[in-house]
């Protein structure tokens, strides 16, 4: 199995290198979850998630009114609010099938939970997946791990909740957000 990992030369880290990615029979997986919200950052402001541009501003980690949470962005501008969650998806099939959660996860549960809220206040709420696995071609929710995560997607959808999933480009030195993938929820 090959790895490849990253050195920082930051001397206040306790070690030096991190397990960026992993190389397995179904494709390159990015490890790195933070990564994902790096890259959607990029892109957005760089404009290349089309569903997402025309906001002229964007803010990360934004504190969620009446909630006890935070959103990885809140766009605003002249269409109005828009909330976006990314979830970094890492789990393949072999058929090309992603889906998320790979663990049962209260917090990715408590999160569609409030998009779906934000959506009946009257403002645009995304949940989009970063897929940082090359051998993933559609996204999904697993819900043989988290059934109850499903549902309440599924449920946000119906609450005009968007679900997108964007593919990642991985090579060595560099991983990017390579385009949209189709997202078949059950």
């Known amino acids: 199995l090959e790895v ?3 050195t920082s030369a930051n001397p206040a880290r306790k070690y030096p290198h991190s397990l960026e990615v992993v190389c397995s029979p179904l494709g390159r997986v990015g490890v790195n ?12 402001s760089a404009g290349r998630i089309e569903p997402l541009t025309g906001y002229g501003e964007v803010r990360r980690e934004v504190r969620v009114p009446d909630a006890d949470t ?3 962005f809140c766009l605003d501008g002249p269409a109005g609010r828009c909330w976006v969650e990314v979830k970094s998806m890492t789990l393949a099939g072999g058929d090309g ?10 917090r990715a549960l408590r999160h569609v939970q409030t998009l779906a809220e934000r959506r009946r206040q009257g403002e645009r709420a995304v949940l989009l997946f970063c897929a940082q696995h090359t051998g993933i071609r559609w996204a999904t929710t697993a819900d043989e791990i988290h059934p109850a995560y499903g549902v309440a997607v599924r449920a946000a959808v119906i609450e005009g909740v968007e679900v997108l999933a964007w593919g990642c480009r991985i090579e060595p030195g560099s991983i990017s957000l390579a385009g949209p993938l189709p997202v078949r929820l059950p």
């Not at 979850?33 to 957005?44: G, S, Y």
């Not at 099938?97 to 209260?106: E, I, L």
């Open 97 to 106: 099938r992603g889906a998320f959660p790979d663990a049962v996860s209260a």
């Open 70 to 72: 935070r959103f990885d």
């Open 4 to 6: 490849w990992y990253g």
């Open 33 to 44: 979850t933070a990564l994902a919200n790096a890259l959607v950052a990029e892109a957005l």
